[in-house]
């Protein structure tokens, strides 16, 4: 009875150090793949083409058509911040006359790991002319036409009206926390 009662206490001790590292395991698998979104990066279409959806959202109506797949996936980032810049625009009225405006807004300025620095700039190099969308998971950044390829390591998005920068902040900054 003793040797019984000593193999229980080893079982019972060699349990209780495996419980917590199976909750790890469990909780690590449990983790969903949208907990860190992905800075998907898409080139846009004027025309349908077979397998491309139509995109539009309220901050962004009728983008055009990206592909099923992005053209560049980003999962993971140098560094984010918050920016605040002047902005200036210029509404030309039907007789000619021009209203200009400007505000204050905030910026985000996304920092790219080196390789993704080097894919976006090979992106918009090869797709001048084209127009490009940012979409953070299912969320729509930034949507310009590439007028000349992206140089450097990172980017300026001034985001449109009715986004929440913060939110959009903490979401990159998990992307950030990726490259730790």
Sequence with gaps: MINGDHSAKQRSSTLMKIIPVLAIVIGVQTMRATDVPTLAIYCVSDEAKPGWQHYSSNAFPNVGYISGQPDLSVLSIKSISVAKAPHRSTLV???GSREVTEEIKANLVIEF??????KLHELTAT???????FLLGNEALFAPVIRMPIDGSSVSI???S???????????????????
């Design 158 to 160: 001034i985001l449109p």
């Design 162 to 180: 009715g986004i929440d920068v913060e939110k959009i902040r903490a979401q990159l900054e998990k992307l950030r926390e990726r490259n730790r």
């Design 93 to 95: 009225h039907g007789d």
């Design 127 to 133: 797709h001048l002319g084209s127009r490009i969308l």
């Design 113 to 118: 790991l080196t390789d993704d620095a080097r």
